[in-house]
């Protein structure tokens, strides 16, 4: 059985074709992040209850710099 991940772009995607950014999919029980520029390489998965606090923890980083 094959299935269809539904990858979403971020809303902070930039101008042109919007290819500078990171795609989100939720699988559930994870969630899944690639980089939109390289979609055939490398995703990070989290544990969906994980994925809150580890988007909290880069919004804090990115306020302190």
Request: glycine letters at 6%; one cysteine or more; a positive charge.
């Given at each position: 059985m094959t299935t ?61 710099d």
């Open positions: 269809h991940t539904s990858w979403k772009k971020s809303s902070f995607s930039g101008g042109g074709e919007g290819n500078d950014c990171v795609e989100v999919a939720d699988m559930d029980t994870h969630i899944s992040i690639r980089d939109s520029k390289a979609p055939t390489r490398a995703t990070l998965t989290f544990p969906a209850r994980a994925f809150t606090p580890f988007i909290e923890a880069l919004k804090a980083r990115h306020s302190a």
